[in-house]
């Protein structure tokens, strides 16, 4: 139900840009007014999320840990799976952010003749690595169509990704990658009961999205071939900020950065945020110290309590009739006080 819900709101998303470009002929929305809308939703949705991230109270050490925590000298700690130093934890997320190293360590459980087995999930990690590395290098080359002239480390990643020249134009290889592993994701999320069990029609949108994207991007460099020179007197004109909708642009060009400014608007209220929140995660971000620091709450200020002695105090008549043991034995007994 989710994966057909967020099927239909990509399909619609597109039906959307067909009828305004082709029917209605709202170039200068499209072109000009939902990019830029796209941008400032962007930035101000990050910086928004990031501060309340930032601002959120962490009064205790919450590391996950999965090594040695140091303690006796005789005995060996781990520095990177439980740090308990700055650069332990510079470390640890480094390894984190650069090859995703939780996701490295996952395991699955299955069941085989009658025993419980755990198998590591390589699949996984090599799709999501691939996929993010090959999204970061496609988003890097876009950057020819906001420069003039363009950055001499944009060319050589695109000479590096057209290594492999089958035809003219040159076949991509981050194009090839970026499909496979967004289709694995998607097909995984589909076709395993447990990960289809917890999937949201979110995950799903995402997938779509970025798939819809990358396949119209796909469609104008191999078989629908639209005008370059007019795509970047565009994208110039919104760097610029002295915005120009050139005509004869094609629909699928339309298409393509409506699903680009989609994303853009989309990322800071969507699970995409975990690229900045890995950063702010007290659980990878603190070291392991707490054998040696002692850590006091900023927050623990004095208030005002009621003890056990307090209360026994309050009420130790009331208890001793009851029959409920005191600490501190009445001074006269109650027939006594009654009299």
């Known amino acids: ?4 819900f967020a099927l239909n709101v990509v399909l619609g998303l597109a039906l959307f840009v067909i009828i305004g470009v082709k ?5 200068y929305l499209f072109g000009v007014i939902i990019p830029y809308t796209a941008v400032t939703l962007f930035f101000l949705g990050f910086i928004y999320k990031v501060f309340m991230w930032a601002r ?3 009064p205790f050490r919450i590391p996950t840990t999965t090594g040695q925590q140091r303690s006796f000298p005789w005995i060996k700690p781990s520095k990177i799976d439980s740090p308990y130093t700055k650069w332990g934890v510079v470390g ?13 360590r996952n395991t699955k459980m299955l069941k085989r003749e009658g025993k419980i087995t755990y198998h ?8 999501a690595l691939a996929f993010h590395y090959a999204f970061i290098i496609i988003f890097i080359r876009h950057l020819r169509f906001f420069a003039d002239p363009v950055p001499g480390f944009v060319q050589f990643l695109e000479k590096a990704d057209s290594f492999f020249e089958m035809a003219l134009p040159g076949l991509l290889i981050t194009d090839v990658i970026v499909v496979a592993a967004a289709t694995y ?14 999937s949201l029609p979110a995950d799903y949108f995402a997938l779509f999205l970025i798939l819809a994207l990358v396949l119209t991007g796909i469609t104008m460099r191999y078989l629908w071939r639209v005008d370059v020179v007019k795509i970047k007197e565009l994208t110039m004109g919104l760097a610029t900020f002295h915005p120009v909708v050139p005509k004869g642009l094609s629909v699928i060009f339309y298409l393509h950065l409506f699903f680009v400014s989609t994303l853009f608007a989309y990322f800071p209220f969507s699970k995409l945020m975990h690229m900045p929140g890995v950063f702010l995660s007290p659980t990878r971000n603190l070291p392991n110290n707490n054998r040696m620091v002692r850590h006091v709450n900023p927050w623990d200020y004095p208030v005002k309590v009621h003890t056990y002695e307090d209360y026994e105090e309050e009420f130790r008549e009331k208890m001793v009739e009851a029959g409920i043991p005191v600490e501190k034995p009445l001074d006269k007994p109650v027939e006594q006080q009654e009299e």
């Open 56 to 58: 959120s109270a962490v």
């Open 120 to 127: 590591w999930e390589k699949w996984l990690w090599l799709a």
């Open 23 to 27: 029917l209605l002929g709202l170039h």
């Open 92 to 104: 640890r997320m480094a390894l984190e952010v650069l090859v995703f190293r939780s996701l490295f």
């Open 185 to 198: 994701l998607l097909i995984r999320r589909i076709i395993i009961p447990q990960v289809k069990y917890v």
């Open 1 to 4: 139900m989710g994966m057909k």
